[in-house]
């Protein structure tokens, strides 16, 4: 068992405009929106001004209001230049409906990509926010192994 | 899925006023001689077209004071200047105000009543009384969750909800840009050691006929006491099913919709006849007039 035994959540810039930032996570990867933080008077002097967690799978997103302008993402590809990206994995027979998905909302994106037969990731999908955080969607070769259970709190 | 009833019209709005004569008289200066005044006792009705506005006398009236709550009248574009200079005469003091709704870029005059009620003097044409109502809550998400998942209204525009705060608000921090003093917010920053500026972040709602300017408090206003459903300032909306059905819903789907968020929260109603009253989390208050 490892020290830090999973891995929670991320806080991220997510757009200047949060409400449009949280239409990204739940029109694109169907995250459902938990809560806001920063809307309400008590929070008001406190918090950084509004803005919205939500859940994509088991996984929570703190997104952030990011301010100046957005990252010229010009020449670049979706999948990063050394940067972290976000991955999700999607069952492989739902991986074709995401992809038409991407399609249809005209998110910019790269692949499918196929990866090596030898590993354990199947086939993937590049694609970024509107502020230019990179995600990923794949499916896994090894989508039937059973792994650790995933601990979100307590014993 | 949505709610199995459709709120309509605006019909209405009830004020709190501590002298009924004087709030007759103030708002029949701005509505006009079309406006027609039915009083009975404790409380004053001024019917215009399909609207009307009800005045109910309290001796401690609960009013705007310093929160963003404001009614807008409607009141014809070459009327509101010789308004303004009358009602400047009579010793109200008017603030010439914009604020951030794209319909409202412009300074429009706002006037409190003598009871301390503001209202917005909003030029244009109808044959009601309200151009809008403005409404403050301490919790804004809550107020989104009753007034967009539970009761259907529709978004319309949204404004401050992005921590850049951009020149506009430099600008009122500045003194040169005359935003409502609702519409913005200050706070001493421990980082920069200065007084920032912020947009309150607002939520515009279309509820039925009736546009709804949302606004977050910029700090605690006393509410009346969480049992109290029927009261005043009182929106009044027409709906299309009767009591039973809403409040069946408010009782079932309405509550579990609230409970998402607000775990053990419901909403809280009372039905009388054709009528059912409902308290927001703001503590504003609404009724439901059945084939109102």
Known sequence: MAFAENFSHSGIGCSSDVREGEAFYVDTLNAQPHSWIGLNVDDLMHARGPHPCVIAGDFLFVTFPQAGPARDRSGERPRGIGGARHAFAVPKERFPQFVDRLRELETDFEGPVAHPESGPLGESVYFTDPVGNHFEVCWRRDEDHQYHPVIVGGD | MGSPFRIGALLGAALEVRDLDAAEAFYGEILGESARVERTRGSSHLVMGPQFLELVRRARPRVSADTAQHH??????????????????EGHQIGWWREDHPAERTPAPYVEDPSGNRVQLAGGRST???????????????????????????????????????????????????????TRYTRFSFRSRTDEAHATPQLYLRLGGARLAMFLARRHVQEPPEEVVRGTPRLVFSVDRPPSEVAAYFDGRGREIIAERYRGRTIRHETDDDNIFIRDPGGNFIELRYGG
């Open chain 2, 72 to 89: 807008a009248l409607v009141v014809s574009g070459a009327r509101i200047q010789p308004l303004c200079e009358r009602l400047t005469g």
């Open chain 2, 128 to 182: 009601g009384i309200f151009d809008h109502v403005a409404l403050e809550f301490a919790d804004l998400e809550w107020a989104e969750d009753l007034y967009v998942r539970v009761l259907g209204a529709e978004i319309d525009h949204y404004h401050g909800w992005s921590s850049d705060r951009g020149p506009e608000v430099e600008a009122w921090l500045a003194g040169t840009d005359p935003a409502a003093p609702w």
